[in-house]
């Protein structure tokens, strides 16, 4: 894992094309809202795996009046990366590594990225699949060969569930996608079970001052022969068109550790604090694991803090690595100490 030291985007959102040179340390983009800042980090999420920090499709990415195409590349210290798509194929993602040809999985291995959106606010009263994406993207930075355990399972599952619509079924077929669901869904359970175990470790001996401190469990399934489940299944997982059990179906439980009550009972800023405490203590456990610390992309969080929970995140950001954040003022930065700060504006970004 390296910072970024230069990020290009060519048809990307609001940008027909723009190109910054951020240090290794804080990135601090400022600028109007609808300016474009949050967009300059969803291109640094689309450099790995997944559909980045909004989960939008890719076509929705591509500029409107643009070609219909879209292009993100960064450069790593000596390495290349980039991703996009072509006006032909605007469902379909490439990726490059050195200008040569890759998979999107294996964007993992160059680059870890964490981020805190806005949006992420309604995570703890939200559904189940928005909490697993979340520890997905937690277990990914500490362990890369997640992501094809993740997609291989994901696809056998779509292949079963389209299959079991069919009124005659193939039970070769069947078994050979139960098979992959099980073998996929195996790591995928394991793994994620490591990343909330060591997380948790890390949380019950934080201390407990600016940010309120999370306990964490993995809930729903744990094991079990999961081939043989889903055979005796397929009626009726066949009735629900989907899959009941599996992996799949996993949460992550958040408690606020200091009240003992459920993370979605608390105060919507104590869960911004537990939220917040939960990714630090993660970037934390990644950097002691990998060697680096993963990049945070850090959307409108410091605007949400008061002055004391302000200097506290600053000062706990500091030496761990390249820090993007955003906001609508240059004096919310304040505090802040070697940074390369940057003015957003409609379709540009200029060195501040």
Do not use: C
Not at 178 to 191: C, D, I, T, V
Not at 289 to 294: L, Q
Not at 301 to 324: I, M
């Amino acid at each position: 894992m390296a910072a970024v030291s230069r990020l290009t985007l060519t048809d990307f959102r609001s940008y027909a094309s723009a190109s910054i040179e951020p240090g290794p340390r804080f990135v601090l983009l400022y600028g109007e809202n609808g300016a474009g800042k949050t967009n300059l980090l969803e291109a640094v999420s689309m450099l790995t795996p997944g559909r980045g920090l909004r989960g939008a499709s890719l076509s929705e990415m591509a500029r409107q009046g643009g070609i219909g195409g879209w292009a993100v590349a960064a450069a790593l210290g000596e390495i290349g990366i980039g991703t996009g798509t072509q006006p032909m194929a605007p469902e379909r993602r490439q990726v490059r590594i050195n200008a040569a040809p890759a998979s999107v999985n294996s964007l993992s291995e160059w680059l870890s990225v964490l981020w805190l959106t806005p949006a992420m606010d309604r995570l703890f009263t939200g559904s189940a699949g928005e909490r697993r994406r979340f520890l997905d993207r937690l277990v990914l930075a500490l362990e890369p060969g997640h992501a094809h355990h993740a997609s291989r399972y994901e696809a056998a599952m779509r292949s079963r569930t389209k299959l079991l619509a069919n009124e005659r079924w193939d039970d070769a077929w069947l078994v050979s996608l139960e098979l992959a669901m099980a073998e996929h869904g195996e790591e995928l359970s394991a793994a994620r079970t490591r990343t909330v175990a060591a997380l948790e470790e890390r949380l019950a001996a934080a201390p407990d001052d600016a940010f309120a401190n999370a306990a964490i469990a993995l809930e729903g399934w744990e094991s079990g022969d999961l081939a043989k489940i889903l055979m005796a299944n397929r009626q009726r997982d066949a009735s629900a068109g989907r899959a009941t059990a599996g992996p799949h179906r996993q949460d992550l439980a958040v408690h606020h550790r200091t009240k003992q009550m459920p993370a979605g009972q608390s105060s919507t800023g104590e869960q911004k604090g537990l939220l917040l405490g939960l990714v630090l203590a993660h970037s934390e456990l990644v950097a002691d694991r990998r060697g680096e610390p993963p990049l945070l992309l850090l959307d409108e969080v410091a605007a949400h803090l008061d002055p004391r929970r302000r200097s506290a995140l600053f000062a706990r950001l500091e030496g761990r690595g390249q820090v993007w954040m955003t906001a609508t003022e240059a004096g919310l930065f304040d505090g802040i100490g070697q940074a390369s700060r940057f003015h957003v504006e409609p379709g540009q970004v200029s060195l501040a």
